[in-house]
């Protein structure tokens, strides 16, 4: 059972900061693109950010420049900071992992982001 364990949402003002956490398997983390999706309410989950084991990432144009994804290879865990937050990033921030070669996915319980105005 692939388990993608989460932690650091919350609740905070716009303009600040957050960092999210995801933990995993080693046999997961070395071999699988890593990636944050976020899902706000009434609308479809989107692509937040990702990054493959060789640490290129790929972010989504509504948060290139304030978000920074990156990854542990000691911990196994892969991060989401998240800087100028904006009302429009609230939403349930899911953790992903994706096999590269056939696209299997799985994914992490969710932790809810709320950005107060």
């Known amino acids: 059972q692939v388990q993608l364990v989460e932690s650091g949402g919350g609740s905070v003002q716009a303009g600040g900061s957050l960092r999210l956490s995801c933990a995993t398997s080693?046999?997961?983390?070395?071999?699988?693109?890593m990636g944050w999706y976020r899902q706000a309410p009434g609308k479809q989950r989107e692509q937040v950010a990702t990054?493959?084991?060789?640490?290129?990432?790929n972010y989504a144009d509504s948060v290139l420049g304030r978000f920074s994804i990156s990854r542990n290879a000691a911990k196994n865990t892969v991060y989401l900071q998240m800087n100028s937050l904006k009302s429009e990033d609230t939403a349930v921030y899911y953790c992903?992992?994706?096999?590269?070669?056939?696209?299997?996915?799985?994914w992490g319980q969710g932790t809810q982001v709320t950005v107060s105005s």
């Open positions: 992903n992992a994706r096999r590269p070669n056939d696209n299997v996915n799985y």
């Open positions: 080693g046999s997961i983390f070395r071999s699988y693109v």
């Open positions: 990054i493959t084991n060789g640490y290129v990432t």
